[in-house]
């Protein structure tokens, strides 16, 4: 089972001043993609500390295998939560940042102002999708077809090496 945490980053959302909506689109999309379940799930302010603290715990005591953040990406003063998720990961994995950034940017040009990180702490893989639910549905759909496979590496799952295939 894939054990999922969403982690939405929204001081707004986190006062009760606006309702997360992007939290919503990964929830039915990794459920209904990928089988997953949603152990966790979080509004917290763009606090780097906070969101720091929230990564590592959902690391390191609710062990889940997948953590997708929403929001703080951008280039606004308080958008850390890619400095937040470097501060946590042990192991980039800059691939799926760029296959997010590709298909965006055949959307938008503005999707070259994201700043998303992807890495890997133990044996979660950890990745920062955009704030709106329309960026988050076209971001995360990027990456779904990747992620089984990437999750069965992290969990050193029997033949999941076997999984490699190039195309011609």
Known sequence: MIRVGILTLSDRGAAGEYEDRSGPVIRELVVE??????????????????????????VDESRLSLILTTGGTGFAPRDVTPEATRAVIER????????????????????????????????????NLPGSPKAVRENLKSILPA?????ALLREAPGAEAGHTFRD
């Open 92 to 127: 980039e994995a800059p691939g799926l940042v760029f296959a997010m950034l590709r298909d965006s940017l055949a959307v938008t040009p503005h999707a070259m102002l994201t700043r998303g990180v992807a890495g890997i702490r133990g044996r979660t893989l950890i990745v």
């Open 33 to 58: 993609r990928l089988g997953a379940e949603v152990i966790e799930y979080a509004v917290i302010p763009d606090e780097y500390e906070r969101i720091r603290d929230t990564l590592v715990a959902w």
């Open 147 to 151: 992620l089984p496979h990437a999750l």
